[in-house]
C-alpha cells in the first residue's frame, strides 16, 4: 500500500515549505522541497490603464487657479452644446424617444451591434449613389467615442502607428496609447484655413501604419476641407494604400457659405470607416447614440473588419435600445429647419467672437466654417510675462473668470480654443473681458525686447 508523508517546515517570515516524500512498494522516494505560495495582498493597476492619458484632463485639472470673484465665470471650454440651455434639441427628437419609451418594445437587449431595422434607418439616412449603405454596413455604438474607440481597435495592432491630425481632438492620442499603438502627429496649416500639410503627411507613412484618421469639420479648429483638397488627403491614402478612420461627428454641421462632403463620396477605391452620431447635430451628446459606416466598394476590409467589429462590439452589449428605437423617426422627422436654427445661431457667434477677436492687438483668430469651434493664435512675443498658451488662459481666468481651453491640449501651443455654442451676450462679454486683459499685458515689440533684457 502506498503512503505519503507531507512534512511542512517555516517559521517567522519565512514561507513555509513542503517537503514530499512518496512511499510505494516499501521504497521511500523524495520528490524534494517545494516552496509554498504565502498569500499577500497584490492588487495593482493594469498597464493599460496606466497608458491612458487625456491630455485635456491632465492639462486642466493641473491649472490650479480660482476665477476673480468679482466677476462671474463664463466657460468657453466644453464642447457640450446643452450646458447652457440655448441650443436645445427639437421636439420632435425627444417625442420620437418619448413614444418609444411608453411602447415598451425596446426594454430588453439588442445585437450588439444594434437593432437591424435600426441600423437599416442609418444606412437609409445616409447612402447615396456615390457612397451607397445597407444595413450589414451600419455598427450602432455607445456615442462616437466607442465608435473611434472600435475602429481603432480593429484597423490597429500594438506596435503599429496610426496618423492623427495637429491640432486634433485629443481622443483619439488617449485611446490609441492605451492600446500600443504609436500616434504620428501630420500638421494642419492655419494659414491655409487648416487644411493638412499633405507633404508632411504622406512623409510620415511607413509599413507599421495602420490608418489615416481626417476629421472634417474640425474639433478644435471648425474648419471644414473642400471637395477638391478632400481628394487630395484620397490620393494620399490610395497611393500608401493606408485605410482612413473619418471623424465626421460634426458632418453637416457648416456654415451656408461652405459645403460638406462625406470623404467617402469621393473615393471608389479607398476604404473608409466613417465615425458619427447624434451627439453635435442633434444636440443630444448624452444620448452617447453613434456609429460606424463601413465604406469597402473594392471589398478590401473583406470580412475580415467586418467580423472584426462584429466581435469587438460584444465586448459590451451595443448602445441605449430606447435611443435606438427612436433612431429612425428621429433621422426622419427631425425639421430642416431646426438645423438651419442651429447652424444660424453658431454662424452668428462665430461671426461676432471672429470680429472682436481680430480686433484686439496680439491675437489672430482663425475664421471657422463649421463645427463649434475657433481658434486663436496668440502673439507670444507680445504677451513676455506668459511663457506659453497655458499660462496665458490660467490668468484669463484670474483675472477676468473667462475659461478657454489651451491648444497644448490638442498638441498645438500657444493657441486657444473658443467655443461658440454660448449664448450671444456671453460671447460679447467674454470677448470684451479678453479685450480688457490683453489691452492689460500686451507689449509692443519695443516694450517687449525691453522686458527681455530686464530679466
Known amino acids: 500500500m502506498d503512503s505519503y508523508l507531507i512534512q ?60 476673480n470673484p468679482k466677476k462671474a465665470m463664463i466657460s468657453l471650454s466644453l464642447g457640450d452644446p446643452t450646458v447652457f440651455g440655448n ?83 485629443s481622443l483619439y492620442k488617449t485611446l490609441a496609447l492605451s492600446m500600443g499603438i504609436e500616434v504620428k502627429l501630420y500638421d494642419l496649416l492655419p494659414e491655409k484655413a487648416w487644411e493638412i500639410d499633405l507633404k508632411h503627411l504622406e512623409s510620415l507613412v511607413d509599413e507599421k501604419t495602420a490608418c489615416l484618421i481626417v476629421n472634417n469639420p474640425s474639433n478644435p479648429c471648425g474648419s471644414v476641407f473642400s471637395k477638391s483638397h478632400l481628394q487630395k488627403i484620397l490620393a494620399v ?17 457648416v456654415f451656408a457659405d461652405c459645403k460638406y462632403e462625406p470623404i467617402a463620396t469621393l473615393s471608389t477605391n479607398v476604404p473608409i470607416l466613417s465615425c458619427g452620431g447624434l451627439a453635435k447635430r442633434w444636440l443630444v451628446p448624452g444620448w452617447r447614440m453613434g456609429w460606424i459606416l463601413i ?13 472584426g467589429l462584429l466581435r469587438l462590439s460584444q465586448r459590451i452589449l451595443g448602445p441605449c435600445t430606447i435611443v435606438q428605437g427612436a433612431l429612425e423617426r428621429i433621422l426622419h422627422r427631425t425639421p430642416p429647419e431646426f438645423y438651419h436654427n442651429t447652424l444660424s445661431i453658431l454662424k452668428s457667434n462665430a461671426d461676432l467672437c471672429y470680429a472682436a477677436l481680430s480686433a484686439i492687438p496680439g491675437l489672430r483668430p482663425v475664421r ?88
Open 368 to 455: 471657422p466654417a463649421g463645427a463649434m469651434y475657433l481658434m486663436v493664435e496668440i502673439e507670444m512675443e507680445h504677451f513676455p510675462e506668459f511663457e506659453n498658451d497655458v499660462e496665458f488662459t490660467e490668468r484669463l481666468i484670474s483675472e477676468q473668470s473667462v475659461f478657454c481651453l489651451p491648444a497644448t491640449c490638442f498638441e498645438y501651443p500657444n493657441f486657444f480654443r473658443v467655443v461658440i455654442t454660448v449664448p450671444e451676450e456671453m460671447i460679447l462679454e467674454a470677448c470684451s473681458r479678453i479685450q480688457e486683459f490683453c489691452e492689460m499685458h500686451y507689449q509692443s515689440a519695443e516694450g517687449a525686447q525691453d522686458l527681455e533684457c530686464d530679466k
Open 295 to 307: 465604406h469597402d466598394r473594392r471589398d478590401i476590409f473583406g470580412n475580415e473588419i467586418r467580423d
Open 237 to 253: 491614402a490610395s497611393r500608401q494604400c493606408v485605410p482612413i478612420l473619418a471623424d465626421e461627428i460634426y458632418g453637416d454641421m
Open 8 to 67: 511542512v517546515n517555516g517559521h517567522g517570515d519565512h514561507a513555509p515549505v513542503l517537503d514530499v516524500h512518496l512511499k510505494t512498494n516499501g521504497n521511500s522516494i523524495s520528490l524534494g522541497k517545494v516552496k509554498g505560495r504565502k498569500p499577500r495582498w497584490a492588487v495593482r493597476a493594469s498597464e493599460m490603464s496606466k497608458k491612458t492619458f487625456n491630455p485635456v484632463r491632465a492639462i486642466v485639472d493641473s491649472m490650479k487657479v480660482e476665477p
Open 87 to 169: 441650443l436645445p434639441t427639437n421636439d420632435e427628437v425627444t417625442r420620437a424617444v418619448k413614444e418609444v419609451l411608453d411602447s415598451g418594445c425596446y426594454n430588453g437587449y439588442a445585437p450588439s451591434v444594434g437593432y437591424h431595422s435600426c441600423r437599416e434607418a442609418v444606412a437609409a439616412y445616409y447612402s447615396c449613389p456615390e457612397a451607397p449603405l445597407e444595413a450589414q454596413d451600419v455598427i450602432l455604438t455607445s456615442g462616437c467615442s466607442q465608435a473611434i474607440e472600435l475602429a481603432l481597435a480593429v484597423l490597429a495592432n500594438p506596435g503599429q502607428n496610426i496618423l492623427v491630425p495637429r491640432p486634433g481632438f
